[in-house]
């Protein structure tokens, strides 16, 4: 995708957006059960507004904030892993939302990733590894400790390019000033921003899903696949907005009692969302 075309499908209407400095939070009471306002009530009741996903199981298990949530391509493909702050790895059953095995590690969980069956456990120093493959439930059977010639702390991110583990450390900072950045490289060959988005809350995580193709003539198609890539962004409101790219429009949002840290995608289309509670939330997509 060209950078003239990126910046001009970036900086287009974007009418379909709600402001960013709206109100639009879910009520806790509405959440808890006991909200005696009603339709009076000025916060939101529903987990969720747009007709692309809606809201569809949680899962309850961990007592602090959800730092990681992976599906490892396994035999069975039935599993799916999330962490957290409190130290534990809890394993679910995809099929029953049930737990069926949770490993406590004893210091916080930073993060969590997956790379076909293996499993990377960010922990305080180390980085645990583990092939599910192998063993699905009884944990993890390598260690990387971080020494004192390279980066040390709390690992709290990691990802795998090229057969390659790369990982930062609790000395990383990152920046909650409410901008999403495009960056391209140019005929040059160098990586410059090519356009910023004002999202007007500090931007906590981001994930994007592709949606299936729609069945219609060639012109409807074209348009049509200019709106089928969709960035997913948390932010500290306490939402998850869904962007259709590259023109931002808004296309839906999550809504959630705490702070979404993880975004994972899944099989079917669906969503999965970590909070600062401890719950991990599975969203559908609305076929």
């Not at 639009?24 to 009741?45: D, L, S």
Request: aromatic residues 8%; hydrophobic residues 30%; neutral net charge.
């Amino acid at each position: 995708m060209g950078i003239t075309y990126l910046r001009r499908r970036a900086s287009e209407s974007v009418s379909g957006n709600v402001k960013s400095g709206s109100m639009e939070k879910v009520c806790k009471f509405w959440a808890e059960g006991r909200c005696v306002r009603g339709g009076r009530c000025r916060f939101v009741h529903s987990w969720s507004r747009g007709d692309l996903y809606s809201y569809l199981a949680n899962l309850h298990g961990h007592t602090k904030a959800v730092t990681g949530i992976a599906l490892p391509h396994s035999n069975s493909g039935d599993k799916l892993y999330t962490t957290s702050y409190d130290g534990k790895l809890y394993i679910w059953d995809c099929h029953t939302a049930k737990t069926t095995a949770v490993i406590n590690f004893g210091v916080p969980i930073g993060c969590l990733i997956n790379e076909g069956p293996w499993l990377f456990i960010g922990l305080p120093n180390e980085i645990k590894v583990w092939n599910t493959q192998n063993n699905a439930t009884t944990g993890p059977e390598i260690t990387i400790t971080l020494d004192g010639e390279g980066p040390v702390g709390q690992v709290n991110c990691m990802t795998v390019v090229n057969g390659t583990l790369f990982a930062g450390t609790q000395s990383v900072s990152s920046s909650l000033d409410g901008t999403i950045k495009i960056w391209a490289t140019t005929e040059k060959g160098h990586v410059e921003t090519v356009y910023t988005h004002e999202e007007g809350h500090g931007v906590l995580a981001l994930n994007g899903i592709t949606l299936p193709p729609k069945t219609c003539d060639a012109k409807e198609k074209e348009e049509s696949d200019d709106q089928n890539n969709i960035l997913l962004c948390s932010c500290n409101d306490n939402s998850v907005r869904l962007y259709a790219l590259p023109s931002f429009e808004e296309k839906g949002r999550f809504f959630t009692t705490q702070e979404v840290r993880t975004i994972q995608k899944g099989p079917g289309g669906q969503i999965f969302t970590g909070d600062g509670s401890g719950r991990t939330t599975v969203w559908k997509m609305n076929l």
